[in-house]
Structure formats: structure tokens, C-alpha cells
């Protein structure tokens, strides 16, 4: 029982002083990574809100266009019922 408890005491101590050792080789290795993925990221929400205004730019358009060539068929018919009038 005593020769357990003095592995585990053993292996925590030395866990704790390679944690140690390696937390700052660690963190100086992973922080440029976490800071170009952060980047990376935003860079891709920017492209998608790029994505999305467009596509809503060419919805609103062909939606324009549509009402325009509504209104046109409108009027063509009205000009038609007054030209058949006056004859």
C-alpha cells in the first residue's frame, strides 16, 4: 500500500516538473497557431458576409426587375385599351 502511494507521489511529482518544463515551450508554440487561426477565421466570416450581401444585392435586383416588367405589361395594356378606344 505504502509502494503505491509513494509511485503515484513519484509520478505526479514528475508529471508536475515536465508540465512546467514544457508549458512554456508549449505556449510559445501554440500561440502563433491559435493567433493564424483566429485570423483565418475571421477572414472567413468577412468572405461570407461578402457572400450573402451579394447574393442579397442579386436577389433585390431580379426582384426589381420582375416589378418593372410587371409594371410594363401593365401600362402596354392600358396604352392598348386606350388605342382601342379612340378607334
Not at 16 to 32: D, F, H, N, V, Y
Not at 39 to 54: V, Y
Request: aromatic content about 4%; glycine content about 6%; proline content about 2%.
Amino acid at each position: 500500500m505504502l509502494r503505491k502511494n509513494l509511485d503515484k507521489i513519484i509520478i505526479g511529482s514528475a508529471l508536475a516538473i515536465a508540465a512546467s518544463a514544457l508549458l512554456p515551450i508549449a505556449k510559445s508554440t501554440l500561440r502563433p497557431i491559435a493567433k493564424t487561426g483566429m485570423q483565418g477565421g475571421a477572414n472567413l466570416f468577412n468572405r461570407g458576409r461578402s457572400f450573402i450581401q451579394i447574393a442579397r444585392q442579386e436577389v433585390e435586383d431580379i426582384i426589381a426587375e420582375a416589378q418593372f416588367e410587371r409594371m410594363k405589361k401593365q401600362l402596354d395594356k392600358e396604352i392598348a385599351l386606350l388605342d382601342d378606344d379612340e378607334k
